[in-house]
């Protein structure tokens, strides 16, 4: 069995500073909700864009009625989630995006390889799965540009 890249800690801690700063930065609006692997921290982001661009302040007690009514399997207490904020100082690093940015492509690199492996099982003409593997190789690529900021 294989490990999907991801990092709990680093998405905590990227959460947890713009919950301290109650707004985004410049670093945090270059995350996009899928950026994030664990689900409980998907719903979150998703919650503090909606708010930012509502214009609402990105707080705790602001978020976490939103996320009850948003996502009906939220598990997470109002006091659970201040315990994203401990320790921190606010303001979200380059380094943790870039860092949070990579793992989020290394997963998107590996489903496609696994599509890709997946061809080998179909029974289409070799020249359909030929196009199918250019594109997802081509798709591949691409990714990777877009990880260094190509």
């Known amino acids: 069995m294989t490990t999907i890249p991801h990092n709990q800690e680093l998405e905590r801690h990227i959460i947890g ?3 301290i700063d109650r707004a985004f930065d410049y670093q945090s609006k ?4 899928l950026d994030f692997h664990i689900g409980t921290n998907q719903q979150i982001w998703s919650v503090l864009c909606e708010m930012d661009e509502d214009g609402e ?4 007690t602001t978020m976490h009625p939103k996320l ?24 979200v690093s380059k380094k943790n995006v ?9 997963r998107e690199i590996k489903r496609k390889c696994e599509k890709i492996a997946g061809l080998a099982e179909k029974k289409e003409e070799v020249s359909v799965l030929i196009d199918e ?18």
């Not at 302040?57 to 705790?60: A, Q, R, T, Y």
């Open 68 to 91: 009850v009514k948003k996502f009906e399997d939220f598990c997470l207490r109002m006091a659970d989630l201040t315990n994203f904020t401990w320790g921190l100082a606010g303001g």
């Open 17 to 19: 500073n713009v919950l």
């Open 30 to 33: 270059r995350i996009s909700t």
């Open 98 to 106: 870039d860092d949070l940015k990579e793992l989020s492509t290394q």
């Open 57 to 60: 302040p990105l707080d705790i």
């Open 133 to 150: 593997l250019e594109s997802l190789i081509q798709s591949l690529k691409a990714d990777q540009d877009k990880a260094q900021g190509n």
